[in-house]
């Protein structure tokens, strides 16, 4: 489930710290590297884990790979999540996806 993989992802404090950071600015995994105290591959590994997850987008520019914020694969997650596990959210969600024609 893509929602198990995003959660996943937000449970290591280095990743949502290297979110925050993309949050502000693009950054290679080098420029993501040198604010932490880890090697290369331990950030290498990081960025997988949130690009797996859909949230960052790695695009590659000549040799480096520049990672940005995924934005709209968090709020979708974390909307679907509050939609399940809230009992209005859950009603919401019900009428929201019904049609104009059913209402009727």
Not at 40 to 60: D, M, N, Y
Request: with cysteine; hydrophobic share 40%.
């Amino acid at each position: 489930m893509p929602a198990d993989r995003v959660f996943e992802a937000l449970a290591s404090t280095p990743r949502r710290q290297i979110l925050a950071y993309l949050s502000a600015q693009e950054l290679t995994a080098g420029e993501i590297a040198g604010r932490f105290e880890m090697s290369a591959p331990a950030i290498s590994r990081h960025l997988s884990v949130l690009t797996a997850a859909g949230l960052v987008i790695g695009e590659r520019h000549g040799q480096f790979v520049r990672y940005r914020l995924n934005p709209e694969s968090l709020l979708n997650t974390l909307l679907g999540y509050a939609f399940e596990v809230c009992p209005t959210g859950s009603k919401l969600k019900r009428e929201v996806l019904e049609s104009p024609e059913k209402k009727s």
